[in-house]
């Protein structure tokens, strides 16, 4: 392969995860605007997809029926987190949250491994076609549907927030929580509402790359951090995670490719670290100066 | 002040130091002096996570990684014969003070969970480093052939060596940590967890305590690590991953209450709840690791952060509370309401 194509064909890799990465930081996202939570149930969740979606298909059901009772599993899962052990919280801080949604992540995935022990698996492709080529890069369909799940969850999710009532109504209790208590919205119904919805999503997005990337009970915690990433660089909002996430893909996908697959995590993770600690830093000798009036 | 009171801190590390003198000679059994020296190591840990967190209000979660650059560099340096075992102790301490010095220069700016976020990116990114570096570590299958180690002439060769080593570190920890929270430094920062803004406004210059403060507690962490690393002779990725995290947050969660004892407490009974998980459940079990043990630690965080935020070590006169507490749990929950309503959202904070 030349150089070219093999530059071509860690882009798409890259493209892959990103799309991943861009989904599973929308989740972040929600929850954290809807609650101030950051939930770090939102890995399990892409954990729980692709893993509840492998354990129907084992068991005698068909993909498209497995993977929708996939995502109900993990809405139900969500909603549980939410009413059992986000809701009762008597001294509620943001770092009480993480340390709560850290333990819950930490028992799920130990349940799973004790169910469905240490092994990966895998699911058939969606399309069952051969891959076509690109630039001289082979592309197999699955990266077309994670493209469009991509595209049809962040297409969806910005219709709605813009265009339905429903949809304002969150976004408006998301910028304003006192706000939208006063005049009587009942934000705990939305804050159940954005729990179920990340987990929907994300559980989507374990189904969605389990045919491209094996699942296992621990590759949670990975997606869900670099997820993360993408929704912290993204400025929390759709758009800006999106463009994170992908960003992020395409760095970690070079950078596997050229430099080393082991230390590819590390790059991501690290651009988080520089993030905020640049973040934090001004640079008062690059601002323009305003001229006095 | 009475003499009483003068003489109460006194006093408690006297008890505590009597009982690590005379437990090992009432219980002689290998098994317990054992579990008693994880007890003291993971006891360094949870203070200084503890000291971070309930003291100085930063939420730094790189403990592990700290505990395990000190376990590596120690275990390398002595593994492949370069420097003495002690000379090497005191080499991963220095460089663990400049590289946590430097990482706080810029994470110590961030707040709350940024702080927290930062941090575990660096977690995770050591336990790779440990993985990805193996022509030095050892990588998945760990660091083998870590000689014994033998400090100013005297070779540490049974269990109950060091057994007195780790406890001699972990009151050393307690006692120095203790001390520095009645000092100036420790006033600064308490001051600076309940206000920043308005201890900055004082005058304290915050950054320079905070960054005391956590590279002081990387450093203790680091011995620790040393010290584990020359006991088990063996050093492997997975023991300073994710899920020692969880067990050091469970420490300080059943701890609690913010007393540096509190925290010690917490180490005692969480390594003990973890050999008794793993002999009681071993037979049932067709794997008992770490992740497994996660999922009752895990439950235990949720249990302690709902029903008693304080911890453990406050608990005598709070049965009342503990018991109101459940019975507005089991009636309240999944209904929409009071005790929900009451503590949520942002608009409390």
New interface residues.
């Given amino acids: 392969m030349t150089t070219f194509s093999l530059f071509t064909q860690y882009m798409i890799s890259g493209i892959t995860a990103g799309s991943i990465y861009a989904m599973v930081g929308i989740c972040w996202s929600i929850v954290f605007l809807l609650s101030q939570v950051l939930n770090f149930m939102t890995g399990e969740f892409v954990m729980l997809g692709g893993m509840m979606t492998w354990v129907f298909v084992e068991a005698g059901l068909r993909l498209p029926v497995a993977a929708g009772l996939a995502v109900c599993c993990s809405v139900v899962l969500a909603i549980i987190l939410d009413q059992l052990v986000i809701r009762p919280v008597k001294y509620p801080s943001e770092i009480i949250y993480m340390v709560v949604t850290i333990a819950a992540a930490s028992v799920v995935k130990g349940v799973f491994l004790l169910s469905f022990g240490s092994q990966t698996h895998t699911i058939e492709q969606f399309i069952p076609s051969m891959p076509f080529h690109i630039a001289g890069a082979s592309v197999t369909p699955q990266v077309l549907c994670i493209i469009g799940a991509l595209a049809l969850i962040g297409g969806g999710l910005f219709l709605f927030v813009s265009r339905t009532f429903f949809g304002k109504a969150l976004k408006a209790s998301a910028s304003n929580a006192n706000g939208a208590r006063l005049i009587g919205v009942n934000i705990h119904m939305f804050m159940l509402f954005g729990f179920g919805l990340a987990g929907a999503i994300g559980a989507i997005a374990g189904v969605v790359i389990t045919p491209v990337t094996f699942t296992g009970y621990s590759v949670g915690l990975m997606t869900g951090i670099k997820g993360l990433v993408a929704a912290m660089v993204g400025g929390w909002s759709i758009l800006g995670t999106v463009i994170a996430g992908l960003i992020i893909g395409q760095l970690e996908g070079l950078s596997a490719g050229f430099i080393s697959p082991g230390w590819k995590d590390a790059f991501t993770l690290s651009v988080m670290v520089v993030f905020l600690i640049g973040r934090t830093m001004s640079f008062p000798a690059l601002k323009p100066v305003r001229k006095e009036r | 002040m009475s003499i009483q009171e003068r003489y109460r801190r006194p006093l408690a590390f006297a008890k505590l130091i009597a009982a690590v003198i005379i437990l090992p000679i009432l219980l002689p059994d290998k098994y317990v002096v054992t579990m008693m020296f994880f007890v003291a190591i993971y006891g360094v840990l949870s203070i200084s996570l503890g000291l971070l ?1 309930g003291y100085a209000g930063l ?1 730094s979660l790189a403990q592990p990684t700290w505990f395990g650059l000190g376990a590596y560099i120690a275990g390398v340096l002595a593994a492949r014969g370069i420097v003495p075992g002690s000379l090497g102790i005191v080499i991963a301490a220095v460089f663990v003070a400049l590289v946590s010095y430097l990482l706080g220069l ?2 110590l ?2 707040k ?3 702080l ?3 941090t ?3 977690l ?2 050591g336990e ?2 440990f ?2 570096l193996s022509d030095i570590t050892g990588g998945h299958s760990g660091l083998l052939d870590v000689p014994r180690l033998s400090l100013l002439g005297f070779a540490f060769k049974t269990d109950i060596h060091y057994y007195f080593l780790a406890w001699a570190l972990c009151i050393a920890c307690l006692c120095f940590f203790s001390n520095i929270l009645c000092s100036r430094v420790g006033r600064a920062v308490k001051s600076s967890r309940d206000s920043d803004l308005a201890s900055s406004a004082m005058g304290i210059n915050i950054a320079k305590y905070r960054i005391q403060v956590f590279v002081l507690t990387s450093v203790a962490s680091s011995l620790a690590g040393s010290i584990l690393c020359f006991y088990l002779r063996f050093a492997s990725p997975s023991i300073f991953s ?2 020692l ?2 067990q050091l ?2 420490m300080i ?1 059943v701890g609690g209450g913010g007393t540096l004892g509190g925290y010690l407490l917490g180490s005692f009974l969480i390594v003990w709840l973890g050999e008794l998980l793993s002999v009681g459940l071993g037979k049932f ?3 008992m ?1 770490g ?5 009752f ?3 235990l ?2 249990l302690f ?2 029903f008693l ?1 304080d911890g453990l070590s406050r608990l005598p006169g709070k049965w009342f509370f503990l018991v109101k ?1 459940v019975v507005g ?1 089991l009636s ?3 209904k ?1 309401l009071r ?3 009451n ?7």
């Fill in positions: 967190v939420f810029g994470v700016r961030l709350g969970h940024y927290a976020c930062a575990i990116c660096v995770i990114i790779i480093a993985i990805q994710f899920s995290l969880v947050i469970l969660v079990l067709p794997v690791t992740e497994v043990q996660s999922i630690f895990g439950l965080i949720i952060v709902i935020p507490k749990y309240i929950t999944g929409g005790l929900g309503q503590g949520k959202g942002r608009s409390d904070s």
